[in-house]
């Protein structure tokens, strides 16, 4: 697969996984925030990731890879899933996205989801970086050449 159409894959995949997470929210019912009430809180903010990523999408769509856009994208949604998540500080820890499912099967779903959208977003942020590497080091020395 051409290097170009297996970061919009990775991107296309980390973004199923970003909707099936906020789909999650809203399914369980906690830590939901505008538009679903009149709370702003992380996952408003997370919203605001949907902008960028369809501005990426559209990129590609005419003919720009763009590598370094989502590098830079999914590192920050990396950071910011993660720090919301797990940690010391995490204001959505790992036992309130299982409580809420009356089965427990259905709340470890939930988790590993989450756990798998954050390898998403990791592994397009590192594939892209090396793209956008490669390609800053290509424009380069073409740059070399011409002087």
Do not use: C
């Amino acid at each position: 697969m051409h290097q170009r159409n297996r970061l919009i894959t990775l991107a296309l995949l980390t973004t199923v996984f970003g909707f099936g997470h906020h789909v999650d929210h809203v399914i369980r019912g906690n830590h939901v925030g505008w538009p679903l009430n009149s709370e702003v809180t992380p996952f408003t903010y997370s919203l605001g990731f949907y902008p960028f990523i369809a501005l990426g999408f559209y990129l590609y769509l005419r003919g720009r890879t763009v590598p370094g856009f989502w590098a830079i994208l999914t590192g920050v949604g990396f950071f910011f899933v993660g720090l919301a998540h797990f940690g010391p500080f995490a204001v959505e820890p790992a036992a309130d996205i299982v409580g809420p499912y009356k089965s427990a099967l259905a709340g470890y779903a939930a988790l590993v989801w989450l756990v798998v959208f954050l390898v998403f977003l990791a592994s397009t942020s590192l594939y892209a970086g090396r793209l956008w590497r490669q390609q800053t080091s290509q424009k380069r020395s073409a740059d070399e050449r011409l002087s």
